[in-house]
């Protein structure tokens, strides 16, 4: 992905706006309302992310500074930038995944299938 245009930057955005809306219309809508913000700055991030990972690809996660007769080897600015946002991206991703109801409600809720080990201890205590 080389360099993009604003214009470009935005259409992307608005591309990935609308699917993790897609993926957050289970929710209700006053979540859906206070998700709104995140799913921004998500997709902002994602796209922006996508083109640090082009960036680094393209220059590698390091290269050669010249300044003069000084010369070392020192870490692409792309490289500093997304280690920094993906740690945030995360973070933030999994919010907005929090924001979703648990697929497999277990017996006790906590949204973990049951692997019938308890079951299994409670039945042989009830035995004697």
């Known amino acids: 992905m080389a360099k993009l245009s604003k214009k470009k930057q935005e259409e992307l955005i608005d591309i990935e706006v609308k699917r993790l809306e897609s993926i957050m219309s289970s929710i209700s809508e006053e979540k859906r309302e206070l998700a709104k913000?995140?799913?921004?700055?998500i997709s902002f991030m994602t796209i922006t992310l996508e083109i640090l990972e082009d960036?680094?690809?393209?220059?590698?996660?390091?290269?050669?500074?010249?300044n003069g007769s000084q010369q070392m080897i020192v870490e692409n600015p792309a490289q500093k930038s997304y280690n920094a946002m993906i740690n945030r991206y995360t973070t933030a991703f999994d919010k907005l995944m929090s924001l979703l109801p648990k697929k497999n409600e277990g017996e006790d809720g906590d949204g973990e299938d049951s692997d019938g080990f308890d079951e299994f201890v409670n039945e042989?205590?009830?035995d004697g």
């Open 37 to 41: 913000g995140l799913i921004q700055r």
């Open 124 to 126: 042989r205590d009830a």
């Open 55 to 66: 960036s680094i690809k393209t220059k590698g996660p390091t290269y050669l500074f010249k």
